[in-house]
């Protein structure tokens, strides 16, 4: 019983001292080892991508480390989850992270939504399925952007600037501010801090090397040069084409030249071909299939209504008859 006193006690001096001023070196020791622990996940808060978690994965990593075992002798800070909630309350104080929410999407109102007719629901069980499907992929491609990368969660700041792990609705999220130092940040600075002082000595540089500077300098021109004539020379093709064709033929050369993407693909393919008459061709195809899948649609439903009106037609005869025959029995009798 006293030493678990004495845990206690050592743990909320360690959590309650030190609330206001700049985080302490255990904080930031923490801050590093969360970083490097929870899943990177991307939000998008004032136009600008962050680096966001959960509040609960990250009280169940501080549950788990080393600082809540006492191995290797490391303090003991997280004996209890709620010691660790105060944590992590703690160094929110600090700023090394903020507490945001998911902006959530309006939903469409009930009177907006177009009523579907029992007939059709019974009909066409298999369309409507196939539009539940083709729903549910609209969904998916709508979280994915063009490029094929997962659409970033919107997020906005919290008014309350408080740690709360168990969220119940679970549209709180925790946006990192504290950014462990990179090495390789620092010395990549460097070396472009080195190579503009080097710029700015070149009077100094011997003649050799002065030399071999101006003869790439003047290569570097001539590339340039030449992807600038590429540039020209293919929208002169482009509008002579298209002028002489009446706009019937577009031809590119080198189409992804001036696009958003790698050196080598930039030159590939050599050359993008497309026609008008093409372009309707297929669109009246499409059309012509659409119209088939609807006749065979109508067909069936014409098909199963008169099925059910001879069913209907069937069962009132057999009525009719049954009491025809109870009749002449009766007389019978």
């Known amino acids: ?112 939504e177009k009523p579907v007719s029992s007939k059709k629901k019974n009909i066409t069980n298999g369309q409507t399925e196939e539009k539940k499907d083709s729903a549910k992929d609209t969904k998916k491609k709508s979280i994915i952007n063009k490029d094929g990368k997962k659409a970033r969660m919107k997020l906005e700041f919290h008014e309350v600037q408080e740690f709360n792990p168990d969220d119940p609705e679970g549209d709180d999220v925790y946006v990192w501010i504290y950014e462990p130092f990179n090495p390789w940040k620092f010395l990549l600075g460097g070396l472009v801090l080195l190579v503009i002082l080097g710029f700015c000595l070149f009077p100094i ?10 003869y790439g300098s003047i290569g570097c021109m001539g590339v340039l040069g030449v992807l600038v004539a590429l540039v020209i020379l293919r929208a002169i093709l482009f509008g002579m084409i298209w002028v002489t064709t009446f706009g019937q033929h577009h031809f590119w050369l080198l189409p992804n030249l001036t696009e958003d993407c790698g050196v080598l693909e930039s030159f590939k393919p050599l050359y993008l071909y497309e026609s008008k008459k093409s372009k309707t061709k297929k669109l009246k195809q499409q059309q012509q299939q659409e119209q088939t899948k609807d006749k065979g649609l109508t067909s069936a439903t014409e098909e199963e209504g008169g099925k059910s009106v001879q069913e209907e037609q069937e069962e009132n005869t057999s009525t009719l008859e049954t009491d025809n025959n109870d009749f002449v029995k009766k007389k019978n009798e």
């Not at 994965?57 to 709620?82: C, D």
């Open 205 to 214: 540089w011997p003649s050799e090397l002065r030399s071999v500077a101006y």
């Open 1 to 112: 019983m006293l030493e678990e006193n004495k845990k206690k006690k050592r743990c909320k001096g360690s959590i309650t001292s030190n609330l206001n001023g700049k985080p302490s070196k255990e904080e930031i020791v923490i801050a590093r080892y969360l970083r490097s622990k929870l899943p990177i996940k991307e939000g998008k808060l004032a136009q600008m991508t962050v680096l966001i978690f959960d509040g609960s994965e990250a009280v169940n990593i501080l549950m788990e480390s080393k600082w809540a075992t006492g191995q290797n002798r490391y303090p003991l800070l997280f004996t209890n989850r709620h010691y660790a909630v105060d944590y992590m309350n703690q160094m929110l104080m600090k700023n090394l992270f903020h507490r945001a929410m998911k902006i959530k999407k309006k939903s469409k109102k009930k009177g907006d």
